[in-house]
């Protein structure tokens, strides 16, 4: 299948979807162009050129051009059997205790819509402080402390890189992989 035959930024073969035994995979068969795949949860991963990534479910991919092009693949889910594991030591208990209300939620929501949403509305990067605000109506001060008074008590209660340079992409991730915000949210910064 050919994506956009008028864009020429993109290879004439970025790659293909192939079986191997039952298991489904994207490759990357460009020479120089990387392919992004969006996992369920709405976080990027770079496909480089000749790696292959799995396909398992709904996986969204991301072709850049002179345009962004996107193609949604569905493959089987995983059958996988039972990981019989014997536990040992403590539970593991990052971010467990920290209450997160419905102000804390609209906030993320309102910081991390990006990665929720489909198509050329999404954008894996954290919105800006004021742009989170105004899509709230909030000033931006309000924003600014709900979300940091929020990443502290994450960080004391173990979630890791919360601190530093990097520390809203880790939150993101955080609040996407724990599924503490959702696209089901999304509703609720479009009122």
Same mark, same amino acid.
């Given at each position: ?24 995979f ?20 770079? +496909? ?10 709904? +996986? #969204? ?12 693949l ?23 205790g ?6 804390? #939620?609209l ?29 709230l ?8 402390? #709900? ?10 209660a ?9 520390? !809203? ?6 609040? +996407?992989?724990?599924? !503490?915000?959702?696209?089901?949210? !999304? ?5």
């Amino acid at each position: 299948m050919q994506i956009d035959p008028d864009d020429a930024a993109i290879s004439r073969l970025a790659g293909a979807v192939e079986c191997v035994g039952s298991v489904w995979f994207l490759t990357n068969h460009s020479s120089s162009r990387p392919l992004a795949t969006v996992d369920r949860f709405g976080l990027r991963n770079v +496909l480089a050129p000749g790696n292959r990534a799995v396909v398992e479910g709904r +996986l #969204r991919v991301i072709v850049e051009g002179a345009r962004s092009h996107e193609l949604v693949l569905h493959a089987p889910e995983p059958v996988s059997p039972p990981i019989v594991a014997v536990a040992t030591g403590q539970a593991t208990s990052a971010g467990a205790g920290v209450l997160v209300n419905d102000q804390d #939620r609209l906030a993320l929501v309102a910081l991390f819509a990006g990665y929720l949403q489909e198509g050329d509305r999404y954008d894996p990067n954290p919105k800006s402080y004021a742009a989170a605000a105004a899509r709230l109506g909030w000033p931006r001060t309000t924003l600014v402390k #709900r979300i940091e008074y929020l990443r502290l008590r994450l960080d004391r209660a173990g979630v890791p890189n919360l601190q530093g340079w990097n520390a !809203l992409h880790a939150l993101a991730e955080y609040a +996407l992989t724990t599924e !503490l915000i959702t696209k089901d949210d !999304l509703p609720l910064i479009h009122r």
